[in-house]
């Protein structure tokens, strides 16, 4: 079973920056798609950008330009660098994964990691 361990959130001024980390540990072999979700607070839960094992990325109309996803493919890991943070990107992140491979079987269900608050203010 895998486990997402993220790390990186806090407090940061309007205009800031923040780095995300995740990584999926256990005993697999490879994760398709590895995704940044967030959740503020009273609103649903919402995509914010998501990367696959091919390369493809894809990010929030909310985000485009701001923000950039990066995955090491070997080390099952993720990070979110997130620039020129806004007030209204205070949510809980969350890493996600989706479709792993193990050495015997494959999960297509979805696993998240515990989820770290990002709080942007002055």
């Known amino acids: 079973q895998v486990q997402l361990v993220e790390s990186g959130g806090g407090l940061v001024q309007p205009g800031g920056s923040l780095i995300l980390s995740c990584a999926a540990t256990?005993?697999?072999?490879?994760?398709?798609?590895m995704n940044w979700y967030r959740q503020a607070p009273g609103k649903e839960r919402e995509l914010v950008t998501s990367?696959?094992?091919?390369?493809?990325?894809n990010y929030a109309d909310s985000v485009k330009g701001r923000f950039i996803i990066s995955r090491d493919i070997v080390r099952n890991t993720v990070a979110l660098q997130m620039n020129s943070l806004k007030a209204e990107d205070t949510a809980v992140y969350y890493c996600n994964a989706r479709g792993i491979t193990y050495y015997s079987s494959f999960d297509r269900s979805d696993h998240w990691g515990q989820g770290t608050q990002v709080t942007v203010s002055s």
């Open positions: 990367s696959s094992r091919g390369g493809t990325t």
């Open positions: 256990g005993r697999l072999i490879s994760i398709d798609n």
